[in-house]
């Protein structure tokens, strides 16, 4: 062994109890993929998504309804880990671009330099930590010409799910956050700490269709009433005890909601929804990936509408969704809905 390599501490692989690591910063098999490749491959044959990775939803599907061509210019407005991202910029080389945007300043960083590992130039990819809501302005600056196509997977990314310090799951504890940006707006505690029934109520059934919204949201409240909810597992026992049929997806269904809530996702989406066509070039395609009626609804109309004013020359005549084999080897591309227009 050479001197500096003797000058080298050794840094060893962090312990843990039991014969398989069980919390999420301790799988440094998943969290680390690309050393681990064989590991990963057997969870992905299990149907499984490896702690901290996430698996692109109905890609095959988008890459139809977008046409991508070598040379255009085409936006990713929700990056999340970047494999729809590495599809798109794949096909519209050479010469093409992408232009892609998240809020979320945790992940954006690594999901770039996984692209830029990929070796494409430096000036095919350009990305900016940002709402996709307003995703109009940083395109008039960046590509005043407009784009050819964008697209929009609203999903929660399979990292941020697995991860219990971001408050999103309820398989682990972890604060009561739900912020795609933890350093902005209000967390999911402080928004029960400043809601009341009805409008919890309201929540919960817009945001996720629960059919007993008005009973939950005041056992809830009353619970946070009698000791304040600061945790995942906290809210997570209410809604099971108070649960009538499968307690895991009414858990579910208060999760969705009140992320939604905490980071007003749903009017977000109808900002963008109503800038779009200002910044699509003729021609251009647009595919938005939604996976509750909510936002589902939203899109439906808004492409609806568009087709009656002219807007668009063509939509989606029904809604795409995921393949049975997709849906059997990815148990989270089930609500996954696929729409798409084209500008006029």
Do not use: W
């Amino acid at each position: 062994m050479s001197e500096p390599d003797q000058d080298k501490p050794r840094v060893r692989r962090l312990r843990y109890s039991g014969t398989n690591p069980r919390a999420f910063h301790q799988k440094y098999k998943e969290l680390q993929p690309e050393r681990y490749a064989e590991d990963v491959a057997k969870v992905l044959e299990g149907g499984k998504t490896p702690a901290g990775m996430h698996r692109p939803i109905m890609v095959e599907e988008i890459l139809a309804a977008l046409a991508p061509k070598p040379g255009e210019v085409v936006v990713d407005c929700t990056l999340g880990y970047g494999g729809h991202a590495r599809e798109l910029l794949q096909a519209v080389q050479p010469g093409g671009r992408l232009i892609g945007v998240d809020a979320d300043p945790i992940e954006l960083p690594k999901t770039e330099t996984r692209l830029r590992a990929l070796g494409f130039a430096d000036e095919s990819l350009t990305v900016r930590r940002m709402n996709y809501a307003a995703v109009n302005t940083f395109i008039v600056e960046e590509n005043p010409e407009g784009v050819d196509m964008i697209l929009a997977d609203l999903g929660l990314s399979s990292m941020q799910i697995d991860d219990p310090s971001r408050g999103f799951t309820f398989k682990a504890d972890g604060p009561l956050d739900m912020r795609m940006n933890p350093s902005k707006g209000r967390t999911a505690a402080e928004l029960l700490s400043n809601i009341g029934q009805a409008k919890l109520a309201e929540v919960l059934a817009e945001n996720a269709d629960e059919p007993r919204s008005g009973e939950l949201a005041g056992f809830i409240l009353q619970a946070h009433a009698r000791r304040p909810l600061k945790t995942t597992l906290q809210l997570a026992d209410v809604v099971r005890a108070n649960s009538r049929a499968d307690p895991d997806e009414a858990i579910r269904r208060v999760f969705q909601a009140l992320r939604i809530a905490v980071n007003d996702e749903l009017n977000a989406l109808t900002a963008f929804l109503r800038v779009v066509p200002s910044i699509l070039k003729p021609g251009g395609r647009i595919a938005v990936l939604t996976f509750h009626s909510g936002e589902d609804r939203r899109v439906k109309l808004a492409f609806k509408e568009g087709l009656q004013e002219g807007i668009y020359a063509s939509i989606a005549d029904e809604v795409i969704r995921a393949s049975a084999q997709e849906r059997h080897a990815n148990p989270r591309s089930s609500s996954a809905k696929l729409r798409y227009a084209v500008r006029a």
